[in-house]
C-alpha cells in the first residue's frame, strides 16, 4: 500500500534515516537528500511523484526556508512541511507553509506522520488541507 511519496530534507543522516525507517513503515515511500541543492535535483527528476516535503529550516547548506520558496515557484503542487527549533524560524515558516510549522525537532514520528497523513488526504481529495 503506498499512502503518498515523502521527501525528507535533513543533513544528521541518524535523524532522517530513522523518520524515513518509520514513515516507510506507515506505507510512504520515502526519498532522503542530506541537503537542499540534492532535494532540487531530485525534484527536477521525480517531481511528478513527490507529495510532500519535509525539511529542516536549519539545514547545513542552506536554511529550509530557501528550498521552500524554490519548491514553491517551481513546484507548486508539491506540500511543504518545515521543522525546527527556533521560534523565529516558526514565524517564517507559518509565511511559507500551508499550514504552518507545527513540527519540532526532535521529530516526534507520529506526529509527523499525521500530518503528512492529513496533506496527503487533503490532495487526495482536491481540497485544502484542515489547520491544525
Known amino acids: 500500500m503506498d499512502d503518498g511519496c515523502v ?4 543533513a544528521d543522516v541518524l535523524v532522517r534515516s530513522s ?7 506507515c506505507g510512504y515511500t520515502v526519498f532522503e537528500t542530506s541537503d537542499g541543492q540534492q532535494a ?9 511523484v513527490i507529495d510532500i516535503v519535509l525539511a529542516d529550516v536549519n539545514g547545513s547548506k542552506e536554511n529550509g526556508f530557501a528550498l521552500a520558496v524554490w519548491i514553491r515557484a517551481n513546484y507548486p503542487a508539491v506540500e511543504v512541511v518545515l521543522a525546527g527549533t527556533a521560534a523565529t524560524a516558526v514565524e517564517k515558516a507559518a509565511q511559507i507553509c500551508q499550514e504552518g510549522p507545527a513540527l519540532a525537532i526532535p521529530y516526534d514520528h507520529q506526529l509527523v506522520h499525521e500530518r503528512i497523513r492529513r496533506l496527503v488526504a487533503a490532495r487526495n481529495r482536491g481540497g485544502k488541507t484542515p489547520k491544525d
Open 7 to 10: 521527501l525528507i530534507v535533513e
Open 19 to 25: 523518520l524515513a525507517d518509520y514513515l516507510r513503515d
Open 40 to 48: 532540487r535535483e531530485l525534484l527536477d527528476d521525480a517531481a511528478a
